[in-house]
């Protein structure tokens, strides 16, 4: 009930205030474990990710986020759980891979922070780790103008990646390097993609 109604205040907030646009709608998976993969260059963006699908994404948060009062509380209430960043985190990876295997969405930049500078981050192995590991698609999101308070947001849902999980023991550091690139790469594109629809507007 909680999660229903901050979905319902944040998706009328995104269209009262942000004006948000999302396409790509149809390539969400209707059932099973997903991870949604986003860049992040706003605190908007996990409400936006949030209010894409129906289903409750459980995203993995920064630690810090949970130390401070009344946040620490609602995105606890929200199901997020947090990560440590500065090193690997098996609990985090553990409680992400049971939500996964529950067939549950799990939402993650990959990033691991704001980029400031709205260009894309170096990313961290946690999408590619959770992809390998579960053998689940990761569904890559890319968002534009989310930064500040008005202006308007537009979401650009890509089609859902599939990684091999190959032997089924823990990957290696270039495996993990090579998904990473490639989910990083798919977000690139579709962040490409808006920007060149957004110029073929303006000449029309």
Request: with cysteine; proline share 6%; net charge positive.
């Amino acid at each position: 009930m909680f999660y229903r109604f901050v979905r319902l205040t944040c998706r009328m907030l995104l269209f009262l205030m942000r004006r948000w646009e999302v396409h790509g709608k149809e390539h969400i998976p209707a059932a099973g474990g997903l991870v949604v993969a986003a860049n992040h260059a706003s605190y908007w963006d996990p409400p936006v990710v949030g209010c894409l699908t129906e289903r409750p994404v459980y995203f993995m948060a920064k630690s810090e986020l949970f130390a401070i009062p009344l946040i620490g509380t609602a995105i606890k209430k929200l199901g997020a759980f947090p990560v440590y960043r500065n090193r690997m985190d098996r609990k985090a990876v553990r409680t992400a891979l049971k939500y996964l295997a529950e067939g549950k969405v799990v939402g993650i930049f990959p990033e691991g922070t704001r980029s400031h500078t709205e260009e894309l981050l170096q990313p961290h192995f946690g999408a590619a780790m959770l992809a390998l590991k579960s053998n689940v698609p990761v569904l890559p999101v890319a968002i534009s103008g989310s930064r500040g308070v008005l202006g308007k947001v537009r979401v650009f849902i890509g089609k859902p990646l599939y990684f091999s999980a190959g032997g089924g023991s823990r990957p290696d550091k270039s495996r993990l390097e090579d998904v990473s690139r490639q989910i990083m790469s798919e977000i690139a594109g579709l962040l490409t993609g808006i920007e060149q629809e957004s110029k073929d507007k303006i000449k029309n």
